[in-house]
């Protein structure tokens, strides 16, 4: 079946410039997270939806940053005001149910001039 | 604070040496080690779950095992399609089930 998917897969924006990312997870899975990949660091979490449950937004580096998801469906991450610093792979994992292996679409790549 | 080591941060390897890769981890509690593979341009691909001392996976090449405080990914034989760089990640017992990664090693053989 289809894997999670990611949109755009690329993006070069200007500072100060908002943007919208989107994930479509895989049909039926109730988890989904997003992550951030600084170049030559680690995976970052940044946020994460169980079903109906309020959110973890724990991982938030600003309140620049945002995200929604439409019951088990579709998300969107929105950074607003983009800084260079925020120049990074942008990942969208889902799960199953909570606590099972995560599967990672391919991430969009975003670029701040 | 959750943490993740990875040792090397890459590794050389000629096809057919084989090699082990480590991930040191703490954790208040685990609720399981993840390994994935991660080829460039490409989002992490799932490869193991480990949830407790003593546990190995194996699939094709690799065999990943774990003990209380870090975990091995042992790659038996390897051939120039096992280049990629492979992540550990650690899911705490408490709290939500997001993972805390490491920066991974960078493995690539070579012909």
Redo the contacts between chains.
């Keep these: 079946g289809a894997g999670?998917s990611q949109s755009p897969s690329n993006k070069v924006t200007e500072k100060g410039k908002d943007v919208e990312l989107r994930c479509d997870p895989i049909s039926g899975h109730t988890?989904l997270?997003w992550?951030r990949q600084r170049l030559?660091?680690?995976?970052?979490?940044l946020i994460?939806f169980?079903g109906n449950s309020a959110p973890?937004k724990?991982?938030l580096p600003s309140d620049r940053f945002s995200a929604e998801r439409t019951g088990e469906s579709v998300s969107t991450l929105t950074i607003q005001r983009t800084q260079q610093e925020d120049s990074a792979v942008y990942?969208c994992?889902s799960?199953l149910s909570?606590?099972q292996?995560?599967?990672?679409?391919?991430?969009t790549r975003l670029s701040i001039l | 604070e959750d943490q993740v080591t990875q040792s090397p941060e890459a590794l050389r390897l000629q096809e057919g040496e084989s090699s082990s890769l480590n991930c040191s981890y703490t954790v208040s509690g685990l609720r399981g080690l993840f390994w994935y593979r991660q080829d460039p341009g490409k989002g992490p691909e799932f490869l193991f779950t480990l949830y407790s001392a003593g546990e190995e996976k194996e699939k094709e090449r690799l065999k990943a095992t774990l003990t209380k405080k870090e975990s091995f990914l042992h790659i038996t034989a390897p051939k120039p399609e096992d280049s990629a760089t492979y992540l550990c990640a650690v899911q705490p017992t408490s709290g939500y089930s997001t993972l805390t990664f490491g920066k991974g090693t960078m493995l690539l053989v070579s012909p």
Excluded: C, R, T
């Design positions: 999670v988890a997270y992550y030559g660091q680690g995976l970052e979490f994460y169980q973890d724990s991982g990942l994992a799960s909570e606590y292996p995560q599967h990672f679409g391919d991430g």
